[in-house]
Nanobody
Framework: QVHVVESGGGLVQPGGSLRLSCAAS????????MGWYRQGPGKQRELVAA???????NYLPSVRGRFTISRDNAKNSVYLQMNSLKPEDTAVYYC?????????????WGQGIQVTVSS
């Protein structure tokens, strides 16, 4: 069993900043990837940012230069620093953790956290 817990969402004005945190715990051998997805109202879930175990990162083009993903492997944690937020960034943000367990690879999701950008 793997638990993924997110924190740090909330309401922020356009141009503001938020930092999301995500921590994974439970029974797994290792984590090969961690990332953030989001789902806005009436939209499909989309990848915002991801970080591989080798340190490679990739970003949704619309957030590149504004958002930064980082990891603390010792804490099995991933963070998303969001700057210059725009109303279109409003969404539920989900943390995704790719783990290696005894029976193979499995992805686990957090419960989601609301980010609202509004004046």
């Amino acid at each position: 069993q793997v638990h993924v817990v997110e924190s740090g969402g909330g309401l922020v004005q356009p141009g503001g900043s938020l930092r999301l945190s995500c921590a994974a715990s439970g029974n797994f051998f290792s984590i090969y990837a961690m990332g953030w997805y989001r789902q806005g109202p009436g939209k499909q879930r989309e990848l915002v940012a991801a970080s591989s175990s080798s340190g490679k990162t990739n970003y949704l083009p619309s957030v590149r230069g504004r958002f930064t993903i980082s990891r603390d492997n010792a804490k099995n944690s991933v963070y998303l620093q969001m700057n210059s937020l725009k109303p279109e960034d409003t969404a539920v943000y989900y943390c995704n953790v790719g783990t290696v367990v005894a029976s193979g690879r499995y992805d686990y999701w957090g419960q989601g956290i609301q980010v609202t950008v509004s004046s």
